[in-house]
């Protein structure tokens, strides 16, 4: 299996490179320029095409004759990062190819998802703060995983709960609705995040679904691990 990864210097990137290399897989990440050095204990192992993620050359680069696509998709700075990365994975991917975004649990496909008050006030409190300091365009990433669900490609958009660092804990449980009682805890190891991205490359129950995560071993998720989650 040959798989590219787009944001490969990130945290979870970097996960995501590790994961791909123990599964025995080909690996070629994309990071900016500047970021090349993030990744220099794989060099030799993995492929690096430096360059921007939303350019469309460099990813028609990146993901030839790749059988999955792992994505970062970032809102940072306000000229359309996110959907512009997005499109140009769409439009560049080999057909037939396995496609996975990383997104937070703020992205809804079917607007049934349900949010406290607390995720609320973050996501409007962030998001009209980092707007108007042009850090970040929330409003871009949501456009992102637009394209992407609207797309007939075999995605999967995996929406990730708050994340903490640690050891991995194994892969996390998900539901397709945040406000699921399974989801409660909102808390996933980000290298459990990594791993749910690079396993969802080979689950074909996760075309076209919008997973929401949380760690296997939180509280909500062991509360309700034999209570079928994914409906
Ligand atoms: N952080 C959270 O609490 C959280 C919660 C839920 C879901 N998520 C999702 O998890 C994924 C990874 O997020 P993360 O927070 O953990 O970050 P991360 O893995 O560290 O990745 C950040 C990525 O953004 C890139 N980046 C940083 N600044 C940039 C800029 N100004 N312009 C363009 N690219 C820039 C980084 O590239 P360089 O290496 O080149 O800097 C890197 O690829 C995202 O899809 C996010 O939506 C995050």
Known sequence: MKVSI???????GQY??????????????VCREKSVKKLDRFRGRITVVPGATNDPEVIQHAVAGCDGVLVVLVPWGVHDYSSGTAQAVL?????????????????????????????????KAFGRIAKLLRAADLDD??????RVFASDTRWTVVRGSDLEEG????????SRHVGDPILESNLTRRVDFALFM???????KLIQEA?????CKTPSALAHASVPSQG
């Not at 396993?199 to 074909?204: F, I, K, S, V, Y």
């Not at 997973?211 to 760690?215: E, L, Q």
Request: charged fraction near 25%.
């Open 16 to 29: 995501m490179v590790q994961h791909s290399l123990d599964k025995g897989y080909e690996v070629v990440g």
């Open 91 to 123: 439009d560049h991917a080999e057909p037939g190819a396995r496609l996975a975004f990383s997104c937070g649990w703020h992205i809804t496909r079917d607007g049934k998802d349900r949010y406290s008050r607390k995720l609320l006030w973050q996501v």
């Open 198 to 204: 690079v396993e969802a490359l080979q689950n074909d």
């Open 141 to 146: 990433q949501v456009e992102a995983c637009r």
């Open 6 to 12: 787009i944001g490969a210097s990130g945290k979870l």
């Open 211 to 215: 997973p929401a995560i949380v760690g």
């Open 167 to 174: 050891e991995s804990q194994g892969l996390p449980v998900w």
